[in-house]
């Protein structure tokens, strides 16, 4: 996999030199066109769990970028409206998460939604603490947070 996936690097390097587009949106157009260059080139070298492992990461990206959107625009209009619509709340989150990495991106991932910050992880690493902004439904956050994020993570790093 990481074979391929430095192999995608050095056609999306080239690609941009090449097209003299050596800037982000070259290098991601030459991402985009190696990608698909190697997927139809792959009964060349066997089949490979790369091509998979970047649509999910592309599907959490997705996820991740939908969900900043969504909670950025209920904290201001929080913010903005005279009425406040927070109900805070510290909500503990089973999680399927074990390495230290994948918790630890669990948890910044969570963090870095605007409405809610980890607070700390159990002793077992079982839990998750979070402070959440807005608790409409305890059950409904949990869901959230492993359905929305925690799932996508692991499907993409794992």
């Known amino acids: 996999m990481s074979n391929l996936f430095i192999l995608n690097l050095f ?3 080239g690609f941009s030199v090449v097209m003299e587009q050596a800037n982000l949106s070259g290098i991601i157009a030459g991402f985009i066109i190696g990608y698909l260059a190697l997927w139809i080139t792959q009964p060349l070298y066997g089949s490979s769990g790369y091509f998979l492992r970047v649509i999910k990461i592309l ?3 997705a996820t991740f970028a939908w969900q900043l959107i969504i909670s950025n625009f209920r904290v201001l209009w929080d913010v903005v409206t005279p009425a406040q619509f927070s109900k805070p709340a ?3 989150v089973p999680i399927d998460a074990k390495t230290d990495f994948e918790i630890m991106l669990l948890a910044n991932m969570i963090s870095l939604t605007p409405g809610s910050l980890t607070l700390d992880v159990s002793a077992d690493r079982t839990m998750i603490y979070v402070h959440v902004m807005f608790l409409d439904d305890v059950e409904t956050t949990r869901r959230e ?3 929305k994020i925690e799932k996508r993570l692991l499907e993409a790093i794992r």
Do not use: D, F, N
Request: proline share 0%.
């Open 90 to 92: 510290v909500v503990g």
């Open 11 to 13: 056609l999306a390097m």
């Open 145 to 147: 947070i492993k359905e």
């Open 59 to 61: 599907m959490l990206i």
